[in-house]
């Protein structure tokens, strides 16, 4: 069971290494459930890419390298979501308004990418029925691309009937009609051709964006929200179980004490290093200037108590 949580904590998005440490099991177990959920979201990722590809590439084969490149990246992209999302153990200056600007910006980019995911997987699930309306939408289309071609056709075949019959009311030889009754042949042949290119091309036509359409907008489909709704569900369900831990559990009061330490040892090897230059190069001896009692967080300036006069002090000078 170590060996699976230490795996699934990887993609909790938390730092493994404080929660290998941890002495709360109940903390590491929920990082471990966070991370199992991340590899959900992978392969609910998968499946949809697979469908997706398999639909244009009309190749199930094809379509399994290139789902997994793609499912891959939005994994990533959705880790490092999380890992944004974690509750910060340091002090920042922006709270209130800009705090929760930020936090829905990523909660609802999260849930485009929720979105996104769970409408090919409902075109996948009602397939069948789908299938159904796609075909009388194949049908709507092919009458229209046909009458299409008879209406550019008809203008040349009524000139040509017109012509025939001018040269048979006026009992011209066989010999001379007969050039103007095969290109009225070739005409009908070429019309009947279309035709069947026509239905080979929109019968083979996966017809994909109408099938999302379907699904997204049609009535019929209203219950598939439903299953998008779950998956919004999974993809929002680690943020929720990350924000609900209490910063005063062991994790977080490890991990803030580790990272201000990082910060502040940082802070102060800067600071040495910036009086050793100064003196090494110029020989003098100086000290960074600071202006914030809580540096290098900078979240609380230092006020100034001097005072001073107004514009009449200053003018008294050289009167």
Known sequence: MTEQSNYFWRFSGEDIGIIRICAHRGIRDRFALIGAITLVVFIISFFSCWYTFQMLFDNPWLAIPVALFFAWMINNIYLLLLTTLAKPVLQFKNKGVIKHLSFS????????????????????????????????????????????????????????????????????????????????????????????????????????????????????????????????????????????????????????EVYNSIVINAYRDFKLDFERIFFEKYGIETKVHETYADAPYNTKKIADRRTFNGQEDFLKLYR
């Open 105 to 256: 910006l990523r909660a609802g980019f999260v849930i485009l990418f929720a979105v996104f995911i769970s409408k090919p997987l409902e075109a996948w699930l009602f397939e069948p029925l789908l299938s159904e309306k796609i075909e009388l939408i194949k049908q709507k289309s092919i009458r229209k691309a046909e009458q299409k071609v008879v209406k550019a056709a008809a203008q040349a075949e009524i000139t040509l009937l017109s012509k025939i019959r001018k040269k048979e009311a006026m009992h011209y030889q066989e010999a001379d009609i007969a050039p103007l009754r095969a290109e009225l042949d070739k005409l009908r042949a070429e019309q009947t051709e279309t035709f069947e290119r026509i239905e080979f091309v929109i019968g083979r036509a996966d017809y994909f964006v109408q099938r999302l359409e379907l699904v997204t907008g049609n009535r019929s489909f209203i219950t598939s929200w439903l299953f998008t709704l779950l998956i919004i569900f999974i993809f929002l369900l680690p943020i929720y179980l990350k924000k609900t831990l209490n910063l005063a559990n062991p994790y977080f009061k490890h991990k803030s």
